[in-house]
């Protein structure tokens, strides 16, 4: 079922309930693998593909949210400035509790370097305006290669913006045929780079080929998403937000198969999932056109939490890692015996710190910038 979006442009289209609430259980998913991810046991050892569950899933919403808009009531200016209401709110909120969470670590590296504060107060800046650094820099406070050291996961939001900008600039603007060819053709490479490197974990960091292979991770379910969007007819099935929820869980609960076969099974696992599981999961949870009171609600409250909950958890998974301690090998100081409360508490945490988040400060200001846009547009018109 759709409903009417909340703090949206009054044009907006209706949201899918059902993908709101499937996109809440992958945030959730990505949360539970963060916090296990450097112990040797995880109950979902690929949760990392939920990321790619989220960009199939921007693919699609996208794709039919703007697509019949162009040229009546939708510039790319005003597509640009919808998306980065959306968008970029929580993208500085993340950043600023990155920056406080590593100075409450002490502002310290992994290798025991202590960084100014004017480093921090760079690395924040470049972080609240999406710029990805490189590894080695002088920025890479915690000396980990990523993109993003105080709040990793924006690796995956600047892979975002990219597939917007190309919507924009390109992908809408192409025949069926020509978007369905773009989707084949990455599809090919995601394979090649799943098969060759294993599993599908890539695009974090800008070492090693690693936007190339993340921009690869983002286009292929963005453009199969849109391509979607413009063919989709509704399959006649119901409670699609249980069975699909019930997959997405047990494709982050398949354990790994590198160690005990070779690498390129495990990454034809992930490019299988992604490559039709994951499209599949999409169709089908856009179907469902009655939905009980109940999931509705469930869905609803997944939905608000779903991006709030991935764009700040990730900063109290560095202060949970500093906690644990590593030797000069990364393997933990502290075992996960010794820290399952602290690692059972943690999701929890990151979820009320969320909602907090949506409720006083996401909500809010993008309702007020969303009226200071659609006052600004009212003026020039």
Not at 34 to 57: A, K, T
Not at 145 to 172: D, K, Q, V
Not at 185 to 199: E, I, N, P
Not at 257 to 283: R, T
């Amino acid at each position: 079922m759709k409903t009417t979006a909340i703090s949206t442009f009054p044009d907006s289209k209706p949201h899918y309930d059902i993908l709101d609430g499937l996109r809440g259980v992958a945030a959730f998913i990505v949360i539970v693998y963060h916090v296990f991810e450097c112990f040797d046991w995880s109950p979902v050892p690929h949760g990392y593909l939920s990321v790619d569950f989220f960009f199939v899933l921007s693919g699609f919403v996208i794709g039919y949210a703007y697509n019949n808009r162009w040229g009546k009531d939708l510039t790319t200016k005003g597509f640009f400035r919808r998306r980065l209401i959306r968008l970029h709110p929580m993208v500085i909120a993340g950043a600023i509790i990155g920056a406080i969470c590593f100075i409450l670590q002490g502002s310290i590296r992994w290798d025991g370097t202590h960084i100014g504060m004017g480093t921090v107060m760079l690395a924040l800046l470049m972080s609240m305006f999406m710029i990805p650094l490189f590894p080695n820099s002088a920025n890479d406070v915690r000396g980990n290669g990523e993109m993003f050291p105080l709040n990793g996961p924006h690796w995956s939001l600047f892979f975002e913006y990219i597939g917007n900008i190309l919507y924009a600039l390109l992908l809408r603007r192409l025949s069926t045929r020509w978007l369905a060819a773009i989707a084949v053709l990455s599809g090919c490479l995601l394979t090649f780079v799943a098969l060759h490197d294993g599993y599908l974990g890539v695009g974090w960091t800008m070492a090693d080929h690693g936007f190339w292979t993340g921009l690869i991770r983002m286009l292929f379910p963005y453009s199969i998403g849109m391509l979607m969007a413009r063919v989709f007819i509704p399959m006649k099935i119901r409670n699609t937000f249980w069975i699909c929820g019930s997959i997405i869980i047990l494709v982050a609960f398949i354990p790994l198969f590198i160690g005990e076969m070779k690498p390129w099974m495990n990454g034809l696992y992930d490019a299988v999932c992604v490559i039709l599981v994951f499209p599949s999961l999409v169709w089908i949870g856009a179907s469902e056109m009655h939905i009980g009171k109940a999931t509705m609600q469930i869905s609803r409250f997944l939905g608000n939490l779903s991006y709030p909950l991935y764009a700040i958890h990730y900063p109290l998974m560095y202060l949970f890692y500093a906690h644990i301690g590593f030797h000069g090998d990364l393997v933990p100081i502290a075992k996960l015996h010794d820290v399952w409360a602290e690692a059972i508490m943690l999701p929890i945490g990151c979820m009320a710190l969320a909602w907090i988040c949506y409720r006083c400060y996401d909500l809010p200001m993008r309702k007020w910038l969303t009226k200071i846009s659609i006052s600004a547009r009212n003026t020039k018109n």
